[in-house]
Nanobody, 124 residues
Framework: QVQLVESGGELVQAGDSLRLSCAAS????????MAWFRQAPGKEREFVAV????????YYADSVKGRFTISKDNAKNMVYLQMNSLQPEDTAIYYC?????????????????WGQGTQVTVSS
């Protein structure tokens, strides 16, 4: 089992920056891919960004490319999402997720482990 705990969500204004953190514990290993998803009210959970645990490859949704950066600290078992130039449409609950096979997928069904989420609200 892998446990994930997100933190860092808060209410900010449009144009502000925010950094989300995800602490991983349990049976983490170098094969996991780590991703961020988000879910706005009344919408499906959508892919935001993914990073491979060992290869440092990253991939982003078009909606956040150039504004968000995913990174990790293997020594601390932490994954981060730096979000810049936030817009009201970025308002959502942000979830950290880990897969089991290092696929670095964008489909939420590929991820086995999920955190409880952290709320990000961007006011205009």
């Amino acid at each position: 089992q892998v446990q994930l705990v997100e933190s860092g969500g808060e209410l900010v204004q449009a144009g502000d920056s925010l950094r989300l953190s995800c602490a991983a514990s349990g049976r983490t290993y170098s094969g996991n891919s780590m991703a961020w998803f988000r879910q706005a009210p009344g919408k499906e959970r959508e892919f935001v960004a993914v990073i491979t645990w060992s290869a440092d490859s990253t991939y982003y949704a078009d909606s956040v490319k150039g504004r968000f950066t995913i990174s990790k600290d293997n020594a601390k078992n932490m994954v981060y999402l730096q979000m810049n130039s936030l817009q009201p449409e970025d308002t959502a609950i942000y979830y950290c997720a880990a897969d089991r096979f290092g696929l670095a997928a964008t489909n939420k069904n590929a991820y086995t482990y999920w955190g409880q989420g952290t709320q990000v609200t961007v006011s205009s």
